[in-house]
C-alpha cells in the first residue's frame, strides 16, 4: 500500500492524547454502568492509535475499527459522548489516502447502524438519535473532505514536478540547438578559408616550381589574410553563441559588407564572379543578413570546390516585400582537390539556417547544366 | 389482513421477482441508467413516509429500526454489487453506452432473499415491541432503493477502475 501521508506530526499525536483524556472526564463521579465497559475500551484504543508509529498500518486500523465500534455501543448509554469516539475512528479512517475509501465508508455506516441497534433494546428519544447519526455523517463528511483537499495537494505537486521536468527538457533542447548552430557556423567558416587556404598553398607550390619567388610573397601575403579572416570569422560565430542578442547594426549594411568580403575573396583566389544587385535595399530582421550571408559564403565555397573554373554569378534582388539571393555556377566535369574534402554538410547546413527563420525559402538543384542556389527572405510588414 | 397489508405484499413479491430474476442474467452495466430507479424509490419512499407518519408519533425505536434496515440494505446492496461477476460487452467502439455487462448469479439471489428475510423478522419484532413502521409501503421503497444505491455505488467504482486498466 502507497502511504502518501507517511509522517503524522507531534502536535496531532499530542492533541489527540489531550482529546482522549478530555472525553475520559465523561466517566468521572458517575455511578457505574454497563456502557462503561466498551466506552473505556474505546479510550484505550484511542490512546495506542495516537502513539502508535505510522509503519503499524494494519494495527492502527483495527484500533480505529475497535474504537468506532465502541463508541458505536457506548454513545447511547453515555447521553451522546460516545460520539465522539466514532468522530475521531471515522475522521482519521476516511481522511487518510493510504487507506482504501470504502474501509472509512464501511465504519461510518456500520457505526450509524450500530447505535441504532442499541436504540432497539435501550429506550431513546428520536430527535436524540437523529443528531447522534448527523453527527456521525458529518464527520464522515469532513474526513472525505480532508481526504479531498489531500488529493488536491499530492497532484499539485505532481504538476509541479511535471513543470520542472518540462523546464529542464526545455533548456536542454535550446543549449542542443545553440550547439548545432554554432557548429554550423564553424563548418562554414572552415570550409571556406581553409579550402581557400589549400588553393592559395597549392599555386605557392606551383610558383615555387617555376622559380618565380617574387611571386609567393604576395600569394603568401593574401593566405595570411584569409587565414586571419577566417579566424575572426570562427571569434565571431562563438561570440554570437554567448551573446544571443540580435544585434542592432545588423542589416542591410552588414549584407553588403559581406558580399564584398566574400567576392574579393573568391577573386583573390583566381575565381571569376560576377555580381548584380538591383532594387532598393532595406532594413532586415535580426539573423536574415548573417544567414544570407552565410548562404553565398557557403555556395561560393562549394562552386570553388566544384567548379573551380567557371564563372560564378551572384544576384541579389531588392523587392519591396523581399530580398533574393541567387547564385549559379557551371558543374565541371573536373573535380578540384578540395572537392574531396568536403564533408556534405554544405546543402543541408544552408536548408537548416534559412528554415530556422521564420520567412524565408531555400532551394538548391542543378538547372541546364548549372548548379543553382536561391534563397529568399520576406520581410513582415 | 388489510388493504394496506395486501399492497405491501404484492410491491415485495414482484419487486423481489422483478429484481430478482435480472440479476440472474447477463445485463449491460451503464451506471447513469443505474442511479434512476433508486432514486425515484427512494424520493417515493421519503414522500409516502412524511404524509403517511407524523413526525409526533414517531418513537426512537421507530427510527432505530428505520436507520438499522437501511444500514442492512446498504450493506447488503454493496456485497451483492462486490460479488457481480463483470465481461466486457462486445460493441463498436465509437457506440454510446454501457462497455460492461454484469450478471449477480445464485449468491447475489440469497442474498436478496436474505435481505427479506431479516426484514421481515425485524419487522414482526418491530410489530411485538409496538413499532409500525416497518409495514408502511414507504420504508420498503426506502429500504430497496438504499439496497440499489449501495449496489450501483460499488459498480460504478468497479467501472471506474475498469476503464483505468483497459485504457
Known sequence: MNHVDASRPPLTRALNLIGAIVTASALVARPPAPWMIPFALGLLAWVAVSVLPVSAHRLTAILLFVLAAAGSLSTIGSNGIGVVLIAVAVLQLTGSLARARWQGLMVGVGSIGLVAVSVLFIPFPPLGLLSIEFGVLVAMLGGFNRRQQRVAEAQSRTLLEERVTIREEQARAELLAARQTVSRDIHDVLAHSLGGLVIQLDAVEALLEAGRTADVATRVHDARQLAVDGLNEARRAVGALRDDRPSASEGRDDLAAAVDDLVRTHRSLGGVIDVSESGDPHPLGPGEASALARVLQEALTNARKHAPAGEVRVALTWRPSDVCLEVANPISPHRSLVAATGGGRGLPGMAERMAALPNATFTAAEHDARFEVSATVTSDA | ?167
Do not use: C, Y
Not at chain 2, 407524523?54 to 427510527?63: E, I, M, P, Y
Open chain 2, 1 to 167: 389482513m388489510t388493504l394496506q397489508s395486501i399492497a405491501n405484499i404484492l410491491i415485495i413479491v414482484v419487486l423481489v421477482g422483478v429484481l430478482g430474476f435480472r440479476q440472474m442474467k447477463w445485463r449491460p452495466v451503464d451506471v447513469a441508467k443505474m442511479w434512476r430507479m433508486p432514486i425515484i424509490m427512494g424520493v417515493i419512499g421519503l414522500v409516502t413516509i412524511s404524509t403517511q407518519t407524523k413526525s409526533s408519533s414517531l418513537t426512537g425505536l421507530d427510527l432505530a429500526i428505520l436507520v438499522v434496515e437501511i444500514v442492512l440494505s446498504l450493506a447488503i446492496g454493496s456485497v451483492m454489487g462486490a460479488i457481480a461477476h463483470f465481461r466486457p460487452l462486445a460493441r463498436a467502439a465509437d457506440q454510446e453506452g454501457a462497455e460492461f455487462e454484469s450478471r449477480t448469479g445464485w449468491l447475489g439471489m440469497g442474498l436478496w432473499v436474505g435481505l427479506i428475510v431479516i426484514r421481515v423478522g425485524i419487522d414482526l419484532w418491530a410489530g411485538s415491541n409496538g413499532s409500525a413502521i416497518g409495514t408502511s409501503t414507504g420504508v420498503i421503497l426506502l429500504v430497496l432503493a438504499a439496497n440499489r444505491i449501495a449496489r450501483t455505488a460499488v459498480f460504478a467504482s468497479r467501472v471506474a477502475k475498469l476503464d483505468s486498466i483497459s485504457v
